[in-house]
């Protein structure tokens, strides 16, 4: 079934016209190539062509890597324009890949262009924006709490013109294809943090293994043991200090493109558990007439319409540079994975066995639905930061203001 995208009369044109050229490819050329691109069917070297013709058919549209400014070959779209068009790529299976945004590379990206020297630009971020790199983010550590980025051990000594790094992290996502980490350390002087591009090859380096999730042997997200490691002083990127900084910037808007990815999700999800329920037969009658399946449809729709609307609520703040996003961004991240989680809940239900198959992208919805409310901060760490700043309003003499 294609996603149903038509113009929204309260964004501008630019906008819009975005949106609906995007929905054409994804509708016309992925949705029904699916299986066929990501290696469901047995021919990889079609599936690579497919591919390559798809990414092909995006840059001559003007739609490659909506993250990216235009000189780096991107689309250079405003923060809103890229989240709205975010939930249309995320309604396939793979749909932002073939657009140029691919995480954990994109984020590094983003922070390569915002910290980078023009050198580390050159050597690292055009490689990994044509294709020829790739990359992975070090932060999380298995003894310490990812919750609490302060807690991290990995350290940074300065000796001569060089930093040798000590540490050892888990869940550095895409840690197998990766050619360079960014690594986060605390440099061990002044206790300040600092992120530091790692080559992969670098002696020292130790790639302990792919870390097997949800019942699989082995994964992309790695454990990896940094032992007196040494690269150049010049692979730090910006200033000491500005470590913790650099990750809140990666993490604030990718909340937002996280949450209109589950919201595209949750939108293919709503669409295939209507399909099933007006085709399905069971007990003499289509699954639509039952009360039940008609509970899960509208309490889907409620969850959906909720969820995209406190979205574009918090990316509207943070494109008005508004310092209150925070709160916002923090509820989302609360409430956008957990209704993601309850709507592929119900299309699995109304699916039946099919619904935990590999023939629907369902059960990986799950999957990722469930790990999206520990990545980027468990739910606890924003629940604490919503009620911190609410309460610290009232303790000031202030009240909340539903309205701004
Ligand atoms: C699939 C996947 C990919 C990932 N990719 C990356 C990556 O590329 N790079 C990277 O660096 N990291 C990555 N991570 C790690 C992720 O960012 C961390 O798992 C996350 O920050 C939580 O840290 P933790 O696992 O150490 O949990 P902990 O910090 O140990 O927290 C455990 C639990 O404690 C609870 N909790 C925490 N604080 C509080 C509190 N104050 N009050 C009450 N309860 C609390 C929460 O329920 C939390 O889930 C990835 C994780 C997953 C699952």
New binding site residues.
């Given amino acids: 079934m294609p996603m149903n995208v038509k113009p929204i009369p309260t964004l501008d044109e630019r906008i819009n016209d975005i949106r609906l050229r995007t929905a054409e490819i994804v509708n016309e050329d992925i949705l029904p190539n699916e299986a066929a691109l990501w290696g469901r069917s047995r021919d990889r070297e079609t599936a690579r062509e497919l591919r390559e013709e798809i990414k092909q058919k995006v840059k001559k549209a003007g739609l490659w890597a909506p993250h990216l400014p235009q000189e780096y070959g991107g689309m250079g779209l405003d923060f809103l324009a890229h989240a709205y068009m975010n939930e249309i790529l995320a309604y396939a299976i793979g749909a932002a890949k073939l657009f140029g945004v691919v995480a954990?590379n994109s984020g590094n990206q983003k922070i390569l262009l915002k910290y980078g020297s023009e050198e580390q630009k050159e050597k690292w971020l055009l490689p990994l924006i044509d294709g020829t790199m790739e990359s992975?983010?070090?932060?999380?550590e298995p003894h310490n709490?990812?919750?609490?980025p302060r807690s991290l051990t990995t350290t940074a000594v300065r000796d001569g013109d060089e930093w040798v790094i000590n540490g050892h992290k888990w869940?550095?996502?895409n840690g197998i294809e990766a050619d360079f980490f960014i690594v986060m350390c605390r440099v061990a002087e002044t206790g300040s943090m600092a992120q530091i591009i790692v080559p992969t090859d670098t002696p020292g380096v130790d790639i302990v293994r792919g870390i097997g999730?949800w019942g699989r042997d082995t994964s992309d997200?790695c454990e990896v043991k940094y032992e007196n490691v040494r690269v150049p002083v010049e692979n730090l990127l910006g200033q000491v200090g500005q470590g913790h900084q650099a990750a809140q910037d990666r993490l604030g808007a990718g909340r937002i493109f996280h949450c209109m990815n589950s919201v595209g999700q949750m939108w293919r999800a709503f669409d295939l558990m209507v399909e099933r329920a007006t085709t399905r037969q069971v007990h003499g009658g289509l699954l639509k007439d039952k009360q039940f399946v008609q509970g899960f449809i509208a309490d889907s729709y409620i969850d959906i319409q909720a969820a995209r609307l406190m979205t574009i609520h918090a990316a509207e703040k943070i494109d008005e540079n508004d310092r209150e996003a925070r709160t916002d961004i923090s509820a989302i991240k609360v409430f956008v994975p957990a209704a993601y989680h309850r709507v592929v809940d119900r299309a699995i239900q109304v699916w039946g066995a099919a619904g935990v198959s590999n023939d629907l992208p369902l059960a990986g919805m799950y999957l990722g639905a469930r790990?999206l409310r520990?990545?980027?901060?468990?739910?606890?760490?924003h629940r604490?930061l919503i009620a911190k700043n609410v309460l610290g309003r009232y303790e000031t003499g202030h009240t909340w203001d539903f309205g701004n």
């Fill in positions: 954990p992975g983010f070090s932060m999380t709490p990812g919750s609490d869940f550095t996502s999730i997200h790990t520990l990545a980027d901060g468990p739910d606890e760490v604490i």
